[in-house]
């Protein structure tokens, strides 16, 4: 018989292209679960968005350490996903004292008209961020490292957080030496990888503690880049909504850990880049 003739190679990926503006594509396939490589990325075109070094609040980087981010974005009509690459060395998922996470940040408006300040919103006309971490990627998926993982070395009776060695220990304990846990703070909890903030202008970030948005996040680094998906309803009443077939913007911000950066120590789109939903 006849051999089957392979079948031909898919296409070659169409190179990045600097953009003014960011179409979200509507594909027939489910978008829910955040997959770096998902098969209906490929062929989709990917736009190059610059970034520079946080210019205006102290303590501010030297330089700056993320220069670009390359995006594609899908929707399934319920949901966008956002796929984001960027170079860094060597993936950073903090732990000890004195190390960061790398991180990066998607902003949207709440209001277009007016439209917030890229730099964090405004009081009265805020900004809705998705910030994955991969500390909280790292924590989720592998457990959040205890006292003894971290340091092994270390010769102590107890660690007031680690109870479990005292008899009858419950968790109500634990919670006396936690106040942040006690008093409900979002910052003190077990993530998935992303966590919803709504800002106000600088230092106003608040971590929104009922999510239940079902957005996610999930990133894989290979060769000294970062391959990112976040996920998000189209719609999230009271915050930002992107419709179909309607506008919208969006802004970066990127930190790289192992760079030493974190909080206002970041690489930002220094301008709303514009959004189109299919």
């Known amino acids: 018989g006849k051999k089957k003739k392979a079948p031909p190679p898919p296409p070659p990926e169409p190179p990045p292209v600097a953009i003014t503006e960011l179409v979200i594509n509507k594909i027939g396939e489910d978008v829910s679960a955040p997959d770096p490589g998902a098969a209906y990325w490929r062929g989709l075109p990917e736009g190059i968005v610059t970034l520079t070094a946080q210019p205006l609040i102290a303590p501010r980087p030297e330089v700056t350490t993320t220069e670009q981010v390359f995006v594609k974005a899908v929707t399934d009509g319920k949901r966008a996903a956002f796929r984001v690459r960027w170079k860094?060395?060597?993936?950073?998922?903090?732990?000890?004292?004195?190390?960061?996470s790398d991180a990066l940040a998607l902003q949207f408006p709440v209001n277009l008209d007016p439209l917030p300040p890229v730099m964090m919103g405004a009081k009265d006309n805020p900004v809705h961020i998705f910030h994955w971490r991969a500390q909280y990627q790292r924590d989720h998926e592998k457990g959040k490292p205890a006292m003894e993982d971290l340091y092994p070395n270390m010769s102590v009776d107890m660690y007031p957080l680690e109870f479990k060695t005292v008899p009858g220990g419950e968790e109500a304990d634990r919670e006396k030496f936690a106040p942040g846990r006690a008093e409900g703070n979002p910052q003190s909890y077990e993530k998935t990888g992303i966590d919803e903030i709504v800002a106000e202008g600088f230092s106003t970030s608040s971590?929104?503690?009922?999510?239940?948005?079902?957005?996610a996040g999930h990133a894989d680094w290979k060769d000294g880049e970062w391959t990112l998906v976040i996920v998000r309803p189209l719609a999230i009443e009271g915050l930002s909504t992107l419709a179909s077939g309607g506008k919208s913007f969006i802004g970066f911000a990127a930190w790289q850990g192992g760079k030493a950066e974190v909080a206002s120590r970041k690489s930002v789109t220094m301008a709303w880049t514009p959004v189109t939903v299919q």
Do not use: I, K, R, T
């Open 88 to 100: 860094d060395s060597e993936p950073s998922e903090a732990g000890h004292l004195g190390e960061f």
């Open 207 to 215: 971590v929104q503690s009922q999510q239940g948005h079902g957005d």
